[in-house]
Each structure stands twice: as structure tokens, then as C-alpha cells.
């Protein structure tokens, strides 16, 4: 992981298999802030979606207990969001460096869209 000290504190830029590993441990909250749309198209299994064009800081769960990692699909937004929440008072702020770009191209599951029916289905970029 990296970190990024930035004027309202820690801004840590997690690889997707940092997040992988520690989402498949159940210690932290993945949260997506993606368009609604794109969440339904595709997205991880478990994620919360949280998107950019209404996020409030205050708003999100403690931390006490798990990491917040947040994910876009490239990791710019969520790169504002992790700011913004550091602006609110967030001491550390997690987000997911290359976003649901770079998840698919570590080869880790995700779930798509069948084309065909429009049902939900287990993908992997292979």
C-alpha cells in the first residue's frame, strides 16, 4: 500500500489485490462510487455502492471497526471521495488505486451482465 500525506491527512492507495485479500477476510467495507448504472452492469460481489454525484462524508460508517476502501472504475473518483472525507474529518481514507479497471485485469471475479438474458453472472477477464 501507499500512502499520500495529503493537508487533511492520510490518503492510502490500495492495489486490488490488497483489497482482494483483505475484502476476502471481511476486514473492510468496499464501497463503490460509480454511477447506479455502471454498478448494475458490473461490479464486485459485496461492494456497497455510495455513488460520487451524492456522496456525503457524513454519511458513511465508522471506521472503528473496518477499513473504508472506496473504488470507481479508474480511481479518480474515488480519489476525490477518499479527499473529501479527509476534508470531513476522516483521520485515514483508503481507495483502491486503478479502480474496477485494474480489479479485472488482476483476473479477480466480478459480476457482469449476461448479455443474452440480462441475468447477473460470475465473470473473470481472462
Not at 74 to 102: D, T
Request: net charge neutral.
Amino acid at each position: 500500500m501507499e500512502t499520500e500525506n495529503t493537508e487533511n491527512g492520510t490518503l492510502e492507495h490500495w492495489t486490488p489485490a490488497e483489497v482482494k485479500a483483505a475484502f476476502d477476510k471481511d476486514e473492510i467495507i468496499l464501497i463503490d462510487v460509480r454511477t447506479p448504472q455502471e454498478f448494475n452492469v458490473e461490479r464486485i460481489e459485496g461492494a456497497l455502492l455510495a455513488p460520487l454525484q451524492a456522496f456525503q462524508p457524513r454519511h458513511m460508517p465508522s471506521q472503528s471497526e473496518k477499513r473504508i476502501v472506496f473504488h470507481c472504475g479508474s480511481g479518480v473518483r474515488s480519489g476525490k471521495v477518499a479527499n473529501q472525507c479527509l476534508a470531513n474529518g476522516f483521520g485515514k481514507v483508503a481507495h483502491m488505486k486503478g479502480g474496477f479497471s485494474a480489479w479485472k485485469d488482476a483476473g479477480f471475479d466480478y459480476t457482469g451482465t449476461d448479455m443474452a438474458t440480462g441475468a447477473p453472472k460470475v465473470m473473470r477477464k481472462s
